[in-house]
């Protein structure tokens, strides 16, 4: 036997344990939050520098069905406000070949942090979290930026993400009533469009072929797609309507550069990641970091807008992007969000560390 000696090594310790949520426990556990409101709060905390926010740890390989595949850590803290604090990191995996082999294409863990003693204190999982905090900057995005009485609404892409977005717009947009939905796998785009129908009869529901099909009667459109090149055209864009480019890849550069109003979550790391198109865009020069009048620029943040610094106008011939880029310290707020709910029911397994 090899190694025996470590056995005796360090003093004996205090006994540590890890609360382990699963899915099921998340869900039990978020029924209890309001995750826009959180989602909203963290956004407000990090306009007034109370976030630390690092840069992403970024790792991409191809796998052996030759898929794009990649692994992103995102460390994050809110910092203390009484007991809203949250310090923690979201593990966020996926590979394009998934959904092919039944997997749903993303998956990973969200760790919650001890302030004190900076341990792991929480495990979880974290598909769902990291979809509704998507669903939910689209929410507040839809709402800040003018967009919250919209009537028709296209959503190209109809995974994961379409799902959890579709289910919380329902509850928040209520003068919705048309909704088109698009995928490069059609029967994907119909399933969804059947089980949506069936659950709010009152709104009409349709597939359309194409991108620029669903687009055209859109007041806003959603692109939660996993597109690696720009495809969407300038004259593809219905005037007046609202863009929300979740996934980060379909607009073309001229769709960017021409926008009237650019809204991103946070200016920073978008600058940072020059492999998204609105960063190489910032780096080359072609769209301003800050506004600056008459030139292609980042109108505001989010959270500027939500703060009332910056009020968005829905304009008349142009059209509004909003970038969400994803921002790890609104995973630590619902990580902690959940925690909490988790504590105060003792929801979740203690797993022993020592
Ligand atoms: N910005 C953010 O904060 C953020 C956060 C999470 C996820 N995302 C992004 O959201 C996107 C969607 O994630 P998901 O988990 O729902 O993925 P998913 O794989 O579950 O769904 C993507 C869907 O898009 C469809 N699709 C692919 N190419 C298409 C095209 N050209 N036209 C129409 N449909 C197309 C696929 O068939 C699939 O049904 C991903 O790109 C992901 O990286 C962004």
Redesign the pocket.
């Known amino acids: 036997m090899e190694n025996l000696w470590l056995a005796d090594v360090l003093a004996r310790p205090v006994p540590e344990s890890v609360r382990f949520l699963s899915r099921a426990d998340v869900l039990d556990c978020l029924a209890r939050v309001d995750v826009v409101a959180a989602v909203r709060d963290a956004l407000v905390s990090h306009h007034l520098g109370r976030t630390i926010l690092p840069s992403e740890a970024y790792l991409s390989w191809t796998n052996q069905h030759g898929a794009y595949s990649r692994s992103i850590g995102m460390p994050g803290a809110i910092l203390e406000e009484g007991a809203e604090g949250a310090y923690g990191m979201k593990i966020?995996n996926?590979s394009?070949s998934?959904?092919e082999f039944g997997l749903?294409?993303?998956g990973g863990l969200g760790l919650c942090f001890d302030p004190r003693t900076a341990r792991v204190i929480a495990v979880m999982e974290v598909g769902v979290l990291?979809?509704v905090?998507?669903a939910a900057?689209t929410a507040i995005a839809v709402e800040t930026a003018g967009y919250q009485a919209v009537r028709s609404l296209a959503v190209?892409?109809?995974?994961?993400?379409?799902?959890v977005h579709l289910a919380l717009l329902l509850t928040r947009c209520p003068e919705l009533s048309r909704i088109t939905l698009?995928?490069?796998?059609r029967p994907?785009?119909e399933n969804l469009a059947g089980e949506l129908a069936s659950r709010h009869p009152g709104i009409s529901f349709s597939v359309a072929a194409t991108?620029v099909e669903a687009m055209d009667e859109a007041e806003t459109t959603l692109?939660?797609?996993?597109?690696a090149e720009g495809?969407v055209q300038p004259d593809w864009v219905r005037p007046g309507s609202l863009l929300v480019?979740?996934?980060?890849?379909?607009l073309t550069d001229e769709v960017l550069v021409n926008a009237s109003a650019l809204f991103v979550?946070d200016v920073q790391l978008i600058v940072e990641n020059p492999r998204r198109p609105l960063g190489r865009l910032v780096n080359e020069g072609r769209i301003a970091a800050k506004e600056q009048e008459g030139q292609p620029s980042i109108t505001a943040t989010i959270g500027e807008l939500l703060a009332g610094e910056t009020i968005a106008q829905r304009p008349d011939t142009g059209y509004v992007v909003v970038?969400?880029?994803?921002?790890g310290i609104l995973d630590v707020a619902l990580f902690g969000a959940v925690l909490r709910q988790a504590n105060s029911a003792d929801i979740g397994q203690a797993l022993e560390l020592v």
């Open positions: 966020i996926a394009v998934n959904p749903e294409r993303a990291s979809a905090r998507t900057v190209v892409g109809c995974g994961t993400q379409a799902r698009c995928d490069v796998r994907v785009a991108p692109f939660l797609t996993t597109v495809y480019n979740v996934s980060l890849g379909d979550d970038n969400p880029f994803g921002l």
